[in-house]
T-cell receptor, first 115, second 115 residues
Framework: AQSVTQLGSHVSVSEGALVLLRCNYSSSVPPYLFWYVQYPNQGLQLLLK??????LVKGINGFEAEFKKSETSFHLTKPSAHMSDAAEYFC?????????????FGSGTQLTVLP | EPEVTQTPSHQVTQMGQEVILRCVPI?????FYWYRQILGQKVEFLVS????????KSEIFDDQFSVERPDGSNFTLKIRSTKLEDSAMYFCASRDRGNPQYGYTFGSGTRLTVV
């Protein structure tokens, strides 16, 4: 079964520092992968998605992720963290087939940005 | 940008009571979903709905749960007799079609508290 694992439930970075949030996938077929962000008391907002086109995917708010098949990874990065990036980030993989397709989420990474 | 709308944003109910959570998916979307997130835990799939029937459900989605699309715009989740462990944030999502280029759009959620 397809799944994603997020390494690190909490990540702290200083404002202006590189953000790196890790996600590894398990899949026997080419996966479709997503990153979502959840700000406090809000819903899930799509940051970016990989759908087997370019391996480097650019998303909103300056985030990007690179699909690396050799490492089964889809890590999320941002060159310079802002205070407003503090949120929970979820990696997800599309699972199922046909009309039963759905998203399966990782356990999430809480990002704290220190002044 | 089109949105998925969920009402109410917060609901408090007594154990054993029935609750109905409401969602208005994006108007031309064909696939509908309910997910839940217990406080501090990962987002979990509950059910997917397509062509007026359930296409997939998780083990969480037992006989206490039901979904309905009563008209052309609403998509509801009913919990027949709520338990304390049903307390969670419930997210509705919708998707245009099978191509993953068309992402999953989530609503802001309904926080359900069972007392």
């Amino acid at each position: 079964a397809q799944s994603v694992t997020q390494l690190g439930s909490h990540v702290s970075v200083s404002e202006g520092a590189l953000v790196l949030l890790r996600c590894n996938y398990s899949s026997s077929v080419p996966p479709y992968l997503f990153w979502y962000v959840q700000y406090p008391n809000q819903g899930l907002q799509l940051l970016l998605k990989y759908t087997s086109a370019a391996t480097l995917v650019k998303g909103i708010n300056g985030f990007e992720a690179e699909f690396k098949k050799s490492e089964t990874s889809f890590h999320l990065t941002k060159p310079s963290a802002h205070m407003s990036d503090a949120a929970e980030y979820f990696c997800a993989v599309r699972t199922g087939a046909g009309s039963a397709r759905q998203l399966t989420f990782g356990s999430g990474t809480q990002l704290t940005v220190l002044p | 940008e089109p949105e998925v709308t969920q009402t109410p944003s917060h609901q408090v109910t007594q154990m054993g009571q029935e609750v109905i959570l409401r969602c208005v998916p994006i108007s031309n979307h064909l696939y509908f979903y309910w997910y839940r997130q217990i406080l501090g835990q990962k987002v979990e799939f509950l059910v997917s709905f397509y062509n007026n029937e359930i296409s997939e459900k998780s083990e969480i989605f037992d006989d206490q749960f039901s979904v309905e699309r009563p008209d052309g715009s609403n998509f509801t989740l009913k919990i027949r007799s709520t338990k304390l462990e049903d307390s969670a944030m419930y997210f509705c999502a919708s998707r245009d079609r099978g191509n993953p280029q068309y992402g999953y759009t989530f609503g802001s959620g309904t926080r359900l508290t069972v007392v």
